[in-house]
């Protein structure tokens, strides 16, 4: 059934009316969509135009309010189907909207549907894509679009739902961008070379090991040139020997010199209070137990599946800064200078 209907809104917004269409029919059509979706132009759940005043002497116009009982749900910019939805400035009103009526999210609409929402759910100054939708028949996008925004099955709960998915998916492509840009620089080469080297040691004389490391030279490449694609780890001329894979400690040792310093930046964070009080206890004494950082952790809340986090490797672990000997909480020993080197700085800065 939401896949009849999302055809029969693709129908609607693209075979129904021309593509050089004026803004004011194009708009008429998006209404007409929305009613399709349950929403009444008649009771008001659909606003057109309204003028809202902000402050003393602000006021702004969106072209659409999606409402409920008075409570504004979705505002929505709409745009001729011939116009480029992938400007700044629409992007830029649209977000302006979605600040003034307090709404997380809005959406633009056009020659296609793009979902925004407010940047500052991560960390962003601007508003953030969160799904484009072409006006394609059967599309799998449009269906689930029909699920969310369909008025007898529209929940708040639902939404929300949704935008964390996304935005969750947001700040994992920032990251997977972040590291492959970080370990493309001098220093992660530096450190391939380096247990290439202590590789080849295990089966070859220093001399001979010198001599071929002195040809070669270790560059980390992008294989793709779109971003968020495949990155290659590739030793180049002088000499070629192979090519080198990252283990999971180092990997790791990479999101630790990215979370550490941030931590130390945000104290009030839950991670980095249970490091904090740790390297305070480490301070007062040689050996600190399992059972003593959680007392000293008490007021934390959920200390113990954070801590569990803290100590593990994942893909979606905080980042691994604590190794257990029995009840004996240590620095894990591969990011025990650096994590000790951060912490000196932020008592200095203290």
């Not at 649209?94 to 407010?118: C, H, P, Q, T, W």
């Not at 089966?203 to 968020?228: A, C, P």
């Not at 694609?229 to 400690?249: E, F, R």
Request: aromatic letters at 10%; one cysteine or more; a positive charge.
């Amino acid at each position: 059934m939401n896949k009849d209907m999302w055809n029969e809104i693709c129908f609607i917004l693209t075979k129904s009316v021309p593509n050089n269409s004026s803004e004011q029919l194009f708009e008429s059509k998006v209404i007409q969509a929305f009613e399709k979706l349950g929403w009444s132009h008649f009771k008001n759940e659909i606003s057109v135009r309204e003028k809202i005043q902000i402050g003393s002497s602000g006021r702004i116009s969106p072209d659409l309010i999606i409402r409920s009982e008075e409570k504004n749900l979705i505002v929505v910019e709409v745009k001729r189907p011939s116009e480029n939805l992938s400007n700044p400035s629409y992007q830029n009103q649209l977000a302006s909207y979605m600040r003034m009526l307090r709404l997380n999210f809005g959406i633009l609409i056009g020659n296609e549907i793009k979902i925004f929402v407010d940047g500052s759910l991560i960390d962003s100054n601007k508003p953030e894509l969160l799904e484009t939708i072409e006006f394609t028949d059967n599309n799998q996008k449009g269906v689930n679009f029909i699920s969310l925004f369909k008025k007898d099955t529209f929940s708040v709960c639902k939404i929300e739902s949704y935008i964390k998915t996304k935005v969750e998916r947001l700040k994992e492509d920032y990251t997977i961008k972040y590291l492959k840009k970080e370990i493309r620089n001098s220093e992660y080469n530096k450190h391939l070379k380096e247990k290439l080297k202590e590789k080849l040691l295990n089966e070859y004389d220093i001399s001979i090991v010198d001599e071929v490391m002195s040809d070669v030279e270790v560059d980390i490449t992008n294989t793709e040139k779109k971003s968020f694609q495949n990155t290659s780890l590739a030793l180049q001329p002088k000499t070629v020997i192979g090519s080198y894979k990252m283990t999971d400690n180092e990997l790791e040792l990479i999101k630790i010199h990215k979370k550490v310093p941030i931590w130390f930046k945000k104290p009030y964070q839950k991670n980095s209070q249970i490091l904090i009080k740790f390297l305070k206890l480490k301070e007062r004494k040689n050996v600190v137990t399992f059972f003593e950082l959680e007392n000293s952790c008490k007021n934390i809340t959920n200390f113990r599946s954070s801590y569990q986090a803290m100590k593990a490797i994942s893909d979606r672990n905080n980042a691994k800064v604590f190794e257990e000997t029995g009840h004996i909480v240590k620095l894990w020993n591969p990011a025990k200078d650096f994590i000790e080197n951060e912490y000196k700085k932020y008592i200095d800065d203290k």
